[in-house]
């Protein structure tokens, strides 16, 4: 069993910055890839960022260049760097792990709000 906890989120300025974290625990050396969901209401969950074990990142291509992913495994920690934020990156944020037998494990959730 993974528990994922999701912090950082809030209310920012267009052009603002947030750091996102989400810290793990439980069975983490099970832990393969991490990464970040958002999910506007009404819209299906959109993947943004993930990050494998050996620091292998991919972006969705509308926050290449503004966000970035990062990992600490001695902290068991996955960040989400988010610069030059636009009102359109507003949604929650949900951070997940695949474990053992890729299964996958969600956080709660943070709420992002980027107001123009």
């Known amino acids: 069993q993974v528990h994922l906890v999701e912090s950082g989120g809030g209310l920012v300025q267009a052009g603002g910055s947030l750091r996102l974290s989400c810290a793990a625990s439980?069975?983490?050396?099970?832990?393969?890839?991490m990464g970040w969901y958002r999910q506007v209401p009404g819209k299906q969950r959109e993947l943004v960022a993930t990050?494998?074990?050996?620091?292998?990142?991919n972006y969705v291509d509308s926050v290449k260049g503004r966000f970035t992913i990062s990992r600490d495994s001695r902290k068991n920690t996955v960040y989400l760097q988010m610069n030059s934020l636009k009102p359109e990156d507003t949604a929650v944020y949900y951070c997940y792990a695949d474990g053992f037998r890729d299964y996958r494990y969600w956080g709660r959730g943070t709420q992002v709000t980027v107001s123009s």
């Open positions: 990050i494998t074990s050996s620091g292998s990142t």
């Open positions: 439980g069975i983490t050396f099970s832990i393969n890839v």
